[in-house]
Nanobody, 127 residues
């Protein structure tokens, strides 16, 4: 079992920044990817960014490339999502998830690869 707790969400004006945190505990070695997903009202949940915890390799959704940065602090078992140049369309509930991509074609966006999810943290960007 892996427990994930997100924090850092809030309200910000367009162009501002936020840093989300995802603290992991439990049998974390069972997962080698930690990813951020988001879901806006009335929309499907989408992948935002992922990090391969073994070597720090990172992946991003097209809509956040160049604005968001995912990173990890292994000593704290925490993954961060630094969000800059925020836009109103970034408004959503943000979730972190942990899992292995083996068997899912290495597709970090495939939500079936993630058995462990946090409770979410809300991000609201006003224009």
């Amino acid at each position: 079992q892996v427990q994930l707790v997100e924090s850092g969400g809030g309200s910000v004006q367009a162009g501002g920044s936020l840093r989300l945190s995802c603290a992991a505990s439990g049998y974390t070695s069972s997962s080698d990817y930690i990813s951020w997903f988001r879901q806006a009202p009335g929309k499907e949940r989408e992948g935002v960014a992922a990090i391969y915890t073994t070597n720090g390799g990172t992946y991003y959704g097209d809509s956040v490339k160049g604005r968001f940065t995912i990173s990890q602090d292994n000593a704290k078992s925490t993954v961060y999502l630094q969000m800059n140049s925020l836009k109103p369309e970034d408004t959503a509930m943000y979730y972190c998830a942990a899992g292995r991509l083996r068997g899912f074609g290495g597709n970090w966006r495939d939500q079936r690869a993630y058995p462990y999810w946090g409770q979410g943290t809300q991000v609201t960007v006003s224009s």
